[in-house]
Protein backbone atom coordinates (compact mmCIF):
# COMPACT_ATOMS: atom_id res chain seq x y z
CA UNK A 1 0.00 0.00 0.00
CA UNK A 2 1.02 3.60 -0.87
CA UNK A 3 -0.24 6.80 1.19
CA UNK A 4 -0.35 10.01 -1.11
CA UNK A 5 -0.52 13.29 0.41
CA UNK A 6 -0.06 16.19 -1.80
CA UNK A 7 0.60 19.74 -1.46
CA UNK A 8 1.45 23.12 -2.65
CA UNK A 9 -1.63 24.37 -4.19
CA UNK A 10 -3.40 27.86 -3.53
CA UNK A 11 -4.78 31.07 -5.71
CA UNK A 12 -2.48 32.76 -8.02
CA UNK A 13 -2.49 34.72 -10.93
CA UNK A 14 -1.94 34.30 -14.64
CA UNK A 15 1.07 33.55 -15.43
CA UNK A 16 2.33 32.84 -11.99
CA UNK A 17 3.96 29.58 -10.66
CA UNK A 18 3.31 26.70 -8.18
CA UNK A 19 5.16 23.58 -7.00
CA UNK A 20 3.00 20.31 -6.36
CA UNK A 21 4.41 18.01 -4.39
CA UNK A 22 2.77 14.54 -3.30
CA UNK A 23 4.40 12.70 -0.37
CA UNK A 24 4.45 9.00 -0.51
CA UNK A 25 4.54 6.53 2.39
CA UNK A 26 3.87 3.35 2.96
CA UNK A 27 6.47 1.52 0.83
CA UNK A 28 9.55 2.86 -1.17
CA UNK A 29 8.49 4.57 -4.34
CA UNK A 30 11.90 3.38 -6.18
CA UNK A 31 8.81 1.16 -8.18
CA UNK A 32 6.10 3.26 -7.98
CA UNK A 33 5.21 4.87 -11.53
CA UNK A 34 3.57 8.50 -10.97
CA UNK A 35 0.92 10.45 -12.40
CA UNK A 36 -1.01 13.97 -11.85
CA UNK A 37 -4.60 14.32 -12.91
CA UNK A 38 -6.59 17.40 -12.54
CA UNK A 39 -10.54 17.86 -12.25
CA UNK A 40 -12.27 21.36 -12.56
CA UNK A 41 -16.02 21.76 -11.53
CA UNK A 42 -18.49 20.06 -14.07
CA UNK A 43 -15.73 18.09 -15.55
CA UNK A 44 -14.05 14.79 -15.92
CA UNK A 45 -11.05 13.71 -14.49
CA UNK A 46 -8.16 14.35 -17.10
CA UNK A 47 -4.76 13.69 -17.47
CA UNK A 48 -1.82 16.11 -16.50
CA UNK A 49 1.70 14.29 -16.27
CA UNK A 50 3.09 10.81 -15.42
CA UNK A 51 6.80 9.72 -14.64
CA UNK A 52 8.27 6.15 -14.78
CA UNK A 53 9.81 4.57 -12.03
CA UNK A 54 13.64 5.77 -12.94
CA UNK A 55 12.65 9.17 -13.85
CA UNK A 56 13.69 9.03 -17.08
CA UNK A 57 10.29 8.39 -18.99
CA UNK A 58 7.57 11.23 -18.96
CA UNK A 59 4.91 12.40 -20.63
CA UNK A 60 2.27 15.34 -20.44
CA UNK A 61 -0.89 16.25 -21.76
CA UNK A 62 -0.73 18.84 -24.51
CA UNK A 63 -2.34 21.50 -22.51
CA UNK A 64 0.10 21.25 -20.45
CA UNK A 65 3.18 20.50 -22.53
CA UNK A 66 6.17 23.27 -22.40
CA UNK A 67 4.71 24.45 -18.86
CA UNK A 68 4.66 21.94 -16.50
CA UNK A 69 7.53 19.60 -15.15
CA UNK A 70 7.01 16.25 -13.30
CA UNK A 71 10.16 14.91 -11.31
CA UNK A 72 10.55 12.71 -8.50
CA UNK A 73 13.06 12.50 -5.99
CA UNK A 74 13.19 8.49 -4.44
CA UNK A 75 15.17 9.64 -1.43
CA UNK A 76 12.91 12.13 -0.59
CA UNK A 77 9.78 9.51 -1.40
CA UNK A 78 8.23 12.96 -3.09
CA UNK A 79 6.99 13.24 -6.71
CA UNK A 80 6.90 17.09 -7.74
CA UNK A 81 4.71 19.00 -10.76
CA UNK A 82 6.55 22.33 -11.23
CA UNK A 83 3.65 24.27 -13.37
CA UNK A 84 4.85 27.75 -14.92
CA UNK A 85 2.86 30.10 -17.23
CA UNK A 86 -0.16 29.64 -15.25
CA UNK A 87 -3.16 30.05 -17.13
CA UNK A 88 -7.17 30.29 -15.59
CA UNK A 89 -8.00 26.85 -17.47
CA UNK A 90 -5.52 25.31 -15.27
CA UNK A 91 -7.60 25.90 -12.50
CA UNK A 92 -8.41 22.57 -10.73
CA UNK A 93 -8.11 20.28 -7.85
CA UNK A 94 -4.89 18.03 -8.93
CA UNK A 95 -4.41 14.93 -8.05
CA UNK A 96 -1.61 12.35 -7.37
CA UNK A 97 -1.52 8.87 -8.30
CA UNK A 98 0.31 5.97 -8.28
CA UNK A 99 0.92 2.20 -9.75
CA UNK A 100 3.32 -0.33 -9.10
CA UNK A 101 4.83 -0.26 -12.68
CA UNK A 102 7.85 0.40 -14.43
CA UNK A 103 5.99 1.86 -17.22
CA UNK A 104 4.48 5.41 -17.73
CA UNK A 105 0.76 5.04 -17.41
CA UNK A 106 -1.76 8.10 -18.44
CA UNK A 107 -4.89 6.68 -17.79
CA UNK A 108 -6.81 6.98 -14.38
CA UNK A 109 -8.24 3.58 -14.16
CA UNK A 110 -5.16 2.65 -14.12
CA UNK A 111 -3.99 3.89 -11.08
CA UNK A 112 -4.70 2.28 -7.41
CA UNK A 113 -3.52 4.85 -5.22
CA UNK A 114 -4.77 8.36 -4.75
CA UNK A 115 -4.45 11.06 -2.83
CA UNK A 116 -6.77 13.85 -1.48
CA UNK A 117 -5.89 16.12 -4.08
CA UNK A 118 -5.10 20.04 -3.24
CA UNK A 119 -6.61 23.26 -4.85
CA UNK A 120 -5.08 24.92 -7.55
CA UNK A 121 -6.72 28.36 -8.68
CA UNK A 122 -5.46 30.90 -11.26
CA UNK A 123 -7.20 33.96 -11.29
CA UNK A 124 -6.97 36.40 -15.23
Known amino acids: QVQLVESGGGLVQAGDSLRLSCAASGRTISTVSFGWFRQAPGKEREFVAAIGWSGRSTTYADSVKGRFTIFRDNAKNTVYLQMNSLKPEDTAVYYC?????????????????WGQGTQVTVSS
Open 97 to 113: AGVASFVVRTGASQYNY
